[in-house]
């Protein structure tokens, strides 16, 4: 576990976090906001991949995708406009699992939280303590967003999922680190 947060730690270290000015200059997996997917994956594989979230409308979509290949994720959650041909990327998180140990996520979190804020000096920080998820009363959701001038975000969740979640959905507890862009922001608020 020591040696997975040294890994996300220099992750962050070696981007070029603190001249950055634009959210787009933030990679996971080598993947930026504003990007085509097209440059990643084939229309195919994103069809393949596309999710079944039930959100709120069809404004947006999400594709996941797991690889071995990855260096620091174990999985990538990516949203797109629904009718984009271009599959231009407005949201992209990077995913670790902690089967049954979630106490593990928040360390984790508290830990990437503290270097970001310690890189970021100028951007607005909220934390959001345990809340209910929308998917599950019975499933939490701790969050911490960093925004930048433009609005667009970094966020750090863990997500602690009911057994009922877990069983039905073979949804598994997890850290995610998102980079996103204003308006996908807003439109899932």
Same mark, same amino acid.
């Given at each position: 576990?020591?040696?997975?947060?040294?890994?996300?730690?220099?992750?962050?270290?070696?981007?070029?976090?603190?001249?950055?000015?634009?959210?787009?200059?933030?990679?996971?997996?080598?993947?930026?906001?504003?990007?085509?997917?097209?440059?990643?994956?084939?229309?195919?594989?994103?069809?393949?991949?596309?999710?079944?979230?039930?959100?709120?409308?069809?404004?947006?979509?999400?594709?996941?995708?797991?690889?071995?290949?990855?260096?620091?994720?174990?999985?990538?959650?990516?949203?797109?406009?629904?009718?984009?041909?271009?599959?231009?990327?407005?949201?992209?998180?990077?995913?670790?699992? =902690?089967?049954? *140990?979630? /106490? $593990?996520?928040? #360390?984790?979190?508290?830990?990437?939280? +503290? &270097?970001?804020?310690?890189?970021? !000096?100028?951007?607005?920080?909220?934390?959001?303590?345990?809340?209910?998820?929308?998917?599950?009363?019975?499933?939490?959701?701790?969050?911490?967003? =960093?925004?930048? *001038?433009? /609005? $667009?975000?970094? #966020?750090?969740?863990?997500?602690?999922? +009911? &057994?009922?979640?877990?069983?039905? !959905?073979?949804?598994?507890?997890?850290?995610?680190?998102?980079?996103?862009?204003?308006?996908?922001?807003?439109?899932?608020?």
């Amino acid at each position: 576990m020591k040696r997975l947060l040294l890994i996300l730690i220099l992750t962050f270290s070696y981007q070029s976090w603190t001249i950055a000015e634009d959210i787009k200059d933030f990679q996971i997996e080598g993947i930026s906001l504003g990007d085509s997917l097209l440059d990643y994956y084939t229309e195919e594989e994103i069809i393949d991949n596309k999710s079944n979230y039930p959100y709120k409308d069809k404004t947006f979509y999400s594709v996941s995708f797991r690889s071995k290949k990855f260096k620091t994720y174990e999985a990538l959650q990516i949203h797109l406009k629904t009718n984009d041909k271009k599959y231009i990327i407005y949201a992209l998180g990077g995913i670790i699992f =902690f089967e049954k *140990k979630i /106490n $593990d996520c928040y #360390k984790k979190k508290k830990n990437i939280s +503290s &270097e970001l804020s310690s890189i970021f !000096k100028n951007v607005s920080k909220e934390e959001h303590q345990k809340q209910k998820s929308s998917y599950d009363a019975s499933s939490t959701i701790e969050s911490t967003y =960093f925004f930048f *001038k433009t /609005n $667009d975000y970094i #966020k750090i969740q863990c997500y602690d999922w +009911s &057994e009922k979640l877990t069983k039905e !959905k073979n949804w598994i507890d997890n850290l995610r680190i998102v980079i996103g862009f204003e308006e996908f922001y807003k439109w899932k608020r």
